[in-house]
């Protein structure tokens, strides 16, 4: 089974600094899909960015980047210019490339809570 | 993004009775939906997978017959939880799988509170 493991349960940062998000999984499939997800307190999942894993180049949405590490199994997220929006829970989720009942469901990470300060 | 609506967003109910939460996928088809539970700081547990016109496939742990789920349309997925009881009060999540993305888009969720 594999398993997602984000280190941090809570990182803080100044409102317009730089933070890396660390996220960790094991797994011994080679064609997979990463995300990160970010739940606010609503309580709203939303989709943040997204990486298959047969792509070398790392995912990129405006200011959020991934350094994905396919080899070490890692999958961080930096997020550059930090605003107060984005201010949330943190979710890092595997999901297999595999077909059928199962195997399409997302494996989460335990989250870590994003602290911005103005 | 692609838009998933839930109904209701809460619900109080007695203990015993049971409550069926809606889950659609507004702006595409979706052959597969999920439902997760997420207790209060925790992250979310995958509870059962969705698959329009078939069975749902349910994780290990997860009581089939409790947790009753039907995906009749390409649009809708329904969780029924019946002869609800306290300790099924959670935060029920879905999502709807937008293949096209090979990516998951998820509802509002469902607040359950069973008294």
């Known amino acids: 089974a594999q398993t997602v493991t984000q280190s941090q349960p809570e990182m803080s940062v100044q409102e317009a600094e730089t933070v890396t998000l660390s996220c960790t999984y094991d797994t011994s499939e080679s064609d997979y899909y990463l995300f990160w997800y970010k739940q606010p307190p609503s309580r709203q999942m939303i989709l943040v960015i997204r990486q298959e894993a047969y792509k070398q180049q790392n995912a990129t949405e405006n200011r959020f980047s991934v350094n994905f590490q396919k080899a070490a199994k890692s999958f961080s997220l930096k997020i550059s210019d930090s605003q107060l929006g984005d201010a949330a829970m943190y979710f890092c989720a595997y999901r297999s490339s595999s077909s059928g009942g199962g195997a399409d469901g997302l494996t989460f990470g335990k989250g870590t809570h994003l602290i911005i300060q103005p | 993004g692609a838009v998933v609506s839930q109904h209701p967003s809460w619900v109080i109910c007695k203990s015993g009775t049971s409550v069926k939460i809606e889950c659609r996928s507004l702006?595409?088809?979706?052959?597969?939906m999920f439902w997760y539970r997420q207790f209060p700081k925790q992250s979310l547990m995958l509870m059962a997978t969705s698959n329009e016109g078939s069975k749902a496939t349910y994780e290990q742990g997860v009581e089939k017959d409790k947790f009753l789920i039907n995906h009749a349309s390409l649009t809708l997925s329904t969780l029924t939880v019946t002869s609800a009881h306290p300790e099924d009060s959670s935060f029920y999540i879905c999502s709807a799988l937008w293949r096209l993305q090979e990516t998951q888009y998820f509802g509002p969720g469902t607040r359950l509170l069973v008294l």
């Open positions: 702006d595409f088809q979706a052959t597969t």
